[in-house]
T-cell receptor, first 114, second 115 residues
């Protein structure tokens, strides 16, 4: 069963506009969420994270919003740049577990058009 | 470069052969993870080490797979009698136990192709 779901396989936006990537989760034990960016032939690169005690975390052009009641989070990129074109993975973790393993969604391919 | 490194980056092998991959984590990181990623999927957890102790293995890790981290530094992942279904990207990640250690840092991966 897919505990972390990214229902949009792809997203295309114009340079300068906002990109919104969505993620839903089903496991109520998840309490820490991360976004990773992945370019072809490279490993995932950490982007931004949020703890379940917060509903928003901002880092430059990137903001992550968490709605615990809806088990939903989103990543906002403003303004979008062509270099942001990559696959974005949402990941979640149960901090009460013993190993801190991450559970990933399938990813969303973001294309930012010049 | 002080990031996570993996070797080799690519491996092509014939079905039935054994392969071994190496991961060198960030030097002060005591937690090390192996993940596997297939086409169209996100990374899936395989196994986890804290220092030299292997603390968890996923059910994805069949008995043909073995991982070690003998001195709590680098790690190896061996696949015996490879099958075509083993073709995937094998990712290693590391993190630091303690406060502020929530992020896992990934290496570039080893892409395995089993013919």
């Amino acid at each position: 069963d897919q505990q972390v779901k990214q229902n949009s396989p792809s997203l295309s936006v114009q340079e300068g506009r906002i990109s919104i990537l969505n993620c839903d989760y089903t496991n109520s034990m998840f309490d820490y969420f991360l976004w990773y960016k992945k370019y072809p032939a490279e490993g995932p690169t950490f982007l931004i994270s949020i703890s379940s005690i917060k509903d928003k975390n901002e880092d430059g052009r990137f903001t992550v919003f968490l709605n615990k009641s809806a088990k939903h989070l989103s990543l906002h990129i403003v303004p979008s740049q062509p270099g942001d074109s990559a696959v974005y993975f949402c990941a979640a973790r149960n901090s009460g577990g013993s190993n801190y393993k991450l559970t990933f969604g399938k990813g969303t391919l973001l294309t930012v058009n010049p | 470069d002080t990031g996570v490194s993996q070797d080799p980056r690519h491996k092509i092998t014939k079905r039935g052969q054994n392969v071994t991959f190496r991961c060198d984590p960030i030097s002060e990181h005591n937690r090390l993870y192996w993940y596997r990623q297939t086409l169209g999927q996100g990374p899936e957890f395989l196994t986890y080490f804290q220092n030299e102790a292997q603390l968890e293995k996923s059910r994805l890790l069949s008995n043909r797979f073995s991982a070690e981290r003998p001195k709590g530094s680098f790690s190896t992942l061996e696949i015996q009698r490879t099958e075509q279904g083993d073709s995937a990207m094998y990712l290693c990640a590391s993190s630091l136990k303690g406060q502020g250690s929530n992020e896992q840092f990934f290496g570039p991966g080893t892409r395995l192709t089993v013919l």
